[in-house]
């Protein structure tokens, strides 16, 4: 795995997770668990570890994690209360 198949894994993954937000909020279970199974397969490749990056590339990972991570937070927004009444 080369740096461009690395920021290509992680911007995948960022629009997965977006669209997976964009899903939670609608109530979209179906395309969430779709999605999120797709985000799985695309993370498949990081499992083994991926290169290190420097500079530009190295910015643009930490730019896509944090979106990443943005994106988990909101889509938990969404979920965490809906399981706990679920679980209630």
Same mark, same amino acid.
């Given at each position: +795995?080369? #740096?461009? %198949?690395? /920021?290509?894994?992680?911007?995948?993954?960022?629009?997965?997770?977006?669209? +997976?937000?964009?899903?939670?909020?609608? #109530?979209?279970?179906?395309? /969430?668990? =779709?999605?999120?199974t797709?985000?799985?397969?695309? #993370?498949?490749?990081?499992?083994?570890?991926?290169?290190? &990056?420097?500079?530009?590339? =190295?910015? @643009?990972?930490? %730019? &896509? &994690?944090?979106?990443?991570?943005?994106? %988990? =937070?909101?889509i @938990? %927004?969404?979920?965490e209360?809906? +399981?706990? =009444?679920?679980?209630?």
């Amino acid at each position: +795995m080369n #740096s461009t %198949d690395v /920021l290509s894994m992680y911007e995948n993954i960022a629009g997965l997770t977006s669209k +997976m937000a964009m899903a939670a909020q609608a #109530s979209d279970w179906t395309t /969430l668990g =779709r999605l999120e199974t797709q985000c799985a397969v695309q #993370s498949v490749a990081a499992i083994g570890g991926v290169p290190a &990056l420097e500079g530009n590339a =190295r910015q @643009r990972k930490i %730019d &896509l &994690l944090k979106q990443i991570m943005a994106n %988990d =937070r909101a889509i @938990r %927004d969404v979920t965490e209360p809906w +399981m706990g =009444r679920l679980n209630g």
